[in-house]
């Protein structure tokens, strides 16, 4: 029994046969099965499975049944072409963790800047994943999964910190986010001093529900960005001193 995305057209070309390279794809996804994958035939005809599991999240999953003799799945001891599910989905569990999509430490801050590096009041841009404790992110929901509907569209909050200390007032802004679909795109992210060893802290509210775009309180989950440099930007007044 396999977890997989409905295959491609060409699964099998003949009723003889299945394409090594889609067999091969079908038994590396059992990685994200677990329980009872095999059954045998009863006298009514009938193979009953009990207990399968996954912690794969997709809106596109169906299973795959191999009748096959009692030995390694392979292409030679098949006896029938599998038969197919239909589609059905798997919704994210509750947020767990963040992680980072876009590091601000892996980006140019201009065209001809070193990678890490932004001009002081220039734009920096992060992208922020939420994400379930099985890795799935928390991106698409149904109706009944409460927790998923909590979060899939969670506040996400960022500060600026340099050596440890949030300095957000001081050379920079707070920016909160709305997730879209488990996503936290930040777009308008500025430092305004220049200084090496700059850094930002992404935050999300771990248990609350929130439903809105707020300062996210409560018992919070984070995730840092790499170091990052900010110089100074080109003169824009002379001041006497």
Same mark, same amino acid.
């Given at each position: *029994?396999?977890?997989?995305?409905?295959?491609?057209?060409?699964?099998?070309?003949?009723?003889?046969?299945?394409?090594?390279?889609?067999?091969? !794809?079908?038994?590396?996804?059992?990685?994200?099965?677990?329980?009872?994958?095999?059954?045998?035939? !009863?006298a009514s005809g009938n193979a009953r499975f009990q207990g399968i599991e996954t912690a794969l999240a997709r809106p596109d999953l169906r299973l795959l049944? +191999?009748?096959?003799?009692?030995?390694?799945?392979?292409?030679?001891?098949?006896?029938?072409?599998?038969?197919?599910?239909?589609?059905?989905?798997?919704?994210?569990?509750?947020?767990?963790?963040?992680?980072?999509?876009? !590091?601000?430490?892996?980006?140019?801050?201009? #065209?001809?800047?070193?990678?890490?590096? +932004?001009?002081?009041?220039? *734009?920096?841009?992060?992208?922020?994943?939420?994400?379930?404790s099985f890795g799935n992110v928390v991106g698409f929901c149904d109706q009944e999964n409460?927790?998923?509907?909590?979060?899939?569209?969670?506040?996400?909050?960022?500060?600026?910190?340099?050596? %440890?200390?949030?300095?957000? *007032?001081?050379?920079?802004?707070?920016?909160?986010?709305?997730?879209?679909? %488990?996503?936290?795109?930040?777009?308008?992210?500025?430092?305004?001093?220049?200084?090496?060893? +700059?850094?930002?802290?992404?935050?999300?509210?771990?248990?609350?529900? =929130?439903?809105?775009? %707020?300062? =996210? *309180?409560?018992?919070?989950?984070?995730?840092?960005?790499?170091?990052?440099?900010?110089?100074?930007?080109?003169? #824009?007044?002379?001041?006497?001193?």
């Amino acid at each position: *029994t396999v977890v997989t995305a409905p295959p491609q057209d060409g699964l099998c070309q003949c009723q003889a046969c299945i394409h090594p390279k889609t067999l091969e !794809d079908a038994i590396a996804e059992t990685m994200f099965l677990s329980g009872n994958l095999t059954a045998l035939v !009863d006298a009514s005809g009938n193979a009953r499975f009990q207990g399968i599991e996954t912690a794969l999240a997709r809106p596109d999953l169906r299973l795959l049944f +191999y009748p096959f003799t009692p030995s390694p799945l392979t292409e030679t001891n098949l006896t029938s072409l599998p038969f197919r599910s239909s589609i059905f989905t798997v919704t994210s569990g509750r947020l767990s963790r963040l992680a980072l999509l876009l !590091d601000p430490a892996e980006a140019q801050g201009c #065209r001809r800047c070193p990678t890490g590096v +932004y001009l002081a009041g220039t *734009t920096i841009r992060a992208e922020v994943v939420l994400l379930d404790s099985f890795g799935n992110v928390v991106g698409f929901c149904d109706q009944e999964n409460i927790f998923c509907n909590a979060f899939n569209n969670a506040p996400v909050i960022s500060r600026l910190f340099r050596a %440890g200390s949030d300095v957000t *007032t001081s050379a920079g802004q707070q920016r909160i986010v709305a997730a879209v679909d %488990g996503t936290a795109n930040f777009t308008s992210m500025v430092v305004t001093r220049s200084n090496a060893e +700059y850094y930002f802290v992404f935050r999300a509210e771990e248990k609350a529900f =929130p439903n809105a775009v %707020g300062t =996210p *309180t409560g018992n919070l989950i984070q995730v840092e960005s790499g170091m990052f440099t900010v110089v100074s930007n080109k003169a #824009r007044m002379i001041r006497a001193v």
